[in-house]
């Protein structure tokens, strides 16, 4: 799975640096390339009933087991894909209706809403997202190598907000739009999924 790190302009202006200072014939070591964060995720999946906007309550107990097991993980960011409906009005009801269940606990709730061209459904998911450790490579570490850029990278990432995001948390049928200000590159991490009791 490629994840996408969303950087700031020192990131860019470290790149630009280590480019220039580059020995010729020799690769450089990028600055994402000497990180190696260790992403955890877990989801459950979870439904309307057919053209409704009402959520089962034993759905809505398992989606406030995970949102408390998110909390307590301090995960980072909830995505949430939302199916689509029989009608607009009723995608937007829909929408409430989970993020009434999530309420404000998590720091980034990200509600994933379908495309209008998309076929009505019943079942959504739910994803936590958490950066659990980054490691940065420091081997042949020198002035305009990217470490020192690298290290604060790993210092930002380990807070919520400057969380990495996986690319295909939602189905394949569901729109996604790229977050605001994002710059995709590609990481080196690990995605392990962790199990959850009722995940499907």
Request: neutral net charge.
């Amino acid at each position: 799975m490629i994840f996408a790190i969303f950087d700031r302009p020192l990131v860019a202006a470290g790149l630009a640096l280590m480019l220039l200072s580059g020995c010729e014939g020799e690769p450089v070591q990028t600055v994402q390339g000497r990180l190696s964060p260790e992403i955890v995720s877990a989801h459950i999946s979870y439904s309307f009933g057919q053209c409704s906007a009402r959520i089962p309550s034993a759905d809505q107990k398992r989606i406030r087991a995970f949102i408390g097991s998110a909390e307590a993980a301090r995960a980072g960011a909830v995505i949430v894909t939302v199916p689509r409906g029989c009608s607009a009005g009723q995608d937007e009801a829909r929408a409430g209706a989970v993020r009434k269940l999530i309420g404000s606990r998590i720091p980034r709730v990200d509600l994933r809403m379908p495309d209008p061209a998309d076929a009505s459904g019943t079942t959504g998911i739910v994803r936590m997202i958490q950066i659990d450790a980054i490691e940065v490579d420091q081997s042949g570490c020198s002035p305009g190598a990217g470490c020192t850029v690298a290290n604060n990278m790993a210092a930002q990432m380990a807070y919520p907000d400057e969380l990495l995001y996986p690319s295909g948390t939602a189905r394949p049928t569901y729109h996604v739009p790229p977050p605001p200000q994002a710059v995709p590159t590609q990481s080196g991490g690990t995605d392990s999924i962790t199990a959850i009791s009722g995940a499907n």
